[in-house]
């Protein structure tokens, strides 16, 4: 018998709520306490679904449910009451990630069913199991449960995050799991979604991408764990990235490329896509780090998603990651629009103090006599969070060192000069994602600014830089929270 779903966290007085300076203002967060990974993605009867793994009860990761928004357009969303909740036998210690499905009519769940043999050495025993919805609101977990009942030959006890898709005729599911320190995904396939049958291992590490591969995507995503750091790639303690490559649905075997990260910033894991009605395919990350510090804490919640980022495949065999263009409805007024300034030490916008920015900016990087240059965020006293391209290494660099309290840090990235270098930014209370020239670099990171916000500030060293454009808007608050329930 599942615990009973006890919201009692859903009280918050307003005065709370003003207390909260890194609440963010239109990102996906818990109502309170903790969350992690996005889970089961889903256009479902017209509305978008957007699960994550949350504990209710506490600021920490602890036993797993699934927390519940929905949208009608990817930007305005609306909490759901938790879908899922651990404590049957086969899910006792929590209830992971995993993704969904539309079943004649049903909103499907597969999730991991999470049972410690040893807490203490984190010992696991995971297996798959299923819950359905006809109203996409109240979830049923399956009296077949667990419906992979145990790991395969080349895994372990650490099986989990099942990805599920249709393909002519059957159902699909890989996991991810491990076997001598050696991540990897496993395949199977149903005509049900009850009863799977083992197809074989499908990819695996080639021993430096990853102990343990986690959140497998049906596409190219991958996240494995425990890749060492390589000059200036794979600097997270957890990574994220994909591979490109042919999949054989006769053989099933997967022949790909390299390993390529996905995000460059501080604070982006455990993605999974979904497609959509008009054939996009959309992601969502969990947007912090593993073991990395959450000031946010102390305002009694943790942890935040991605915008919604669309994927294409571009011509040079890399995946473009770029916000989806409903974001733009986000804008409330267009604050600043300005047109070839030369930048010769810096220029700061006292006008953009909102908290809710975006901003579009264009340098010219074809006659410019800088070291480097760049755009400085949450400028405060003794605060900022630079962006900045140096021009020798063709590097983007996101510098959160300044950024405020708590987390600190350099993330940098190769980004080939070319005519122009094209900054999208979303900034948010608490977050500030970077998409570079069409989403060809992206850098994601949490930020936990304390300092009066005295605006937006433009930057070049040791010479001038033209900027060709920039275009700033105020952006809506969604109002995510209690309030709106
Ligand atoms: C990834 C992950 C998943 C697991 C979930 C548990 O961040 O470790 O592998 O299902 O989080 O919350």
């Known amino acids: 018998m599942a615990l009973e779903n006890q919201q009692t966290n859903t009280k918050v007085d307003n005065e709370t709520q003003t207390a909260k300076r890194w609440r963010l203002g239109y990102h996906i967060m818990a109502p309170s306490g903790w969350i992690n990974d996005p889970n089961g993605l889903i256009q479902y009867k017209g509305n978008y679904h957007v699960f994550f793994q949350h504990y209710p009860y506490g600021v920490e990761w602890g036993p797993m449910h699934w927390g519940h928004v929905a949208s009608h357009d990817l930007v305005h969303w609306k909490y759901y009451p938790i879908a899922l909740v651990p404590g049957d036998t086969y899910d006792r210690d929590g209830c992971f990630s995993g993704s969904a499905v539309e079943d004649e009519g049903e909103l499907c769940l597969i999730y991991t069913g999470h049972r410690y043999l040893d807490k203490e050495k984190s010992l696991a025993d995971q297996v798959q199991c299923l819950a359905v919805s006809r109203d996409g609101i109240q979830f ?8 992979i009942a145990s790991y395969p030959e080349e895994g372990s006890g650490d099986f989990r995050d099942p990805k599920v898709w249709r393909h002519n005729d059957f159902w699909y599911l890989i996991a ?6 050696i991540g990897k995904v496993v395949l199977y396939r149903s005509s049900d979604l009850r009863t799977w049958t083992y197809l074989g291992g499908i990819a695996q590490s080639e021993g430096n991408q990853g102990y343990m591969w986690e959140c497998p995507d049906f596409f190219e995503l991958k996240s494995p764990q425990g ?10 303690l957890h990574q994220t990235g994909y591979f490109v490559g042919h999949f054989d649905d006769e053989c099933f075997d997967f022949s790909h490329g ?11 894991y455990a993605v999974q896509t979904f497609q959509d009605d008009q054939g996009r395919r959309i992601a969502f990350a969990w947007m912090d780090m593993w073991e990395s510090l959450m000031p946010e804490q102390e305002e009694g919640w943790a942890g935040a998603l991605t915008l919604p980022r669309e994927l294409t495949l571009a011509a040079d065999g890399k995946i473009r990651m770029t916000p989806v ?13 300005v047109e070839n300034e030369y930048i010769s030490g810096e220029k700061t916008y006292h006008e953009l103090t909102d ?19 760049g755009i400085n ?6 605060e900022e969070t630079v962006i900045r391209y140096d021009l020798k ?15 600190g840090g350099v993330r940098q990235t190769a980004l080939p000069k070319s005519e122009r270098l094209r900054l999208h930014i979303y900034l948010d209370r608490s977050s500030v994602e970077v998409f570079a020239n069409d989403g060809e670099t992206v850098m994601t990171s949490r930020i936990y600014p304390t300092e009066k916000n005295e605006g937006v500030r433009l930057f070049s060293n040791e010479g001038d830089v033209r900027m060709t454009r920039l275009n700033v808007w105020r952006l809506e608050n969604i109002g995510l929270n209690f309030e709106n329930k």
Do not use: M
Not at 258 to 268: A, C, I, P, R, V
Not at 325 to 337: G, T, W
Not at 393 to 407: A, P, Y
């Open 140 to 147: 049923t977990k399956d009296s077949n449960n667990p419906v």
């Open 176 to 181: 991810g799991t491990t076997k001598n320190h």
């Open 227 to 236: 890749i060492e750091p390589e000059d200036d790639c794979y600097q997270n």
């Open 258 to 268: 390299s390993f390529n990260e996905l995000d460059k910033g501080h604070d982006f």
């Open 325 to 337: 263009e409903e974001l733009k409805k986000l804008r409330k007024n267009k604050l600043l629009s």
């Open 355 to 373: 908290e809710l920015l975006e901003i579009e900016v264009e340098f010219d990087t074809t006659l410019v006599e800088a070291f480097d240059f």
């Open 377 to 382: 965020l949450r400028v405060g006293e003794t």
């Open 393 to 407: 290494e063709e590097k983007l660099i996101l510098d959160r060192t300044k950024s405020g309290t708590g987390v």
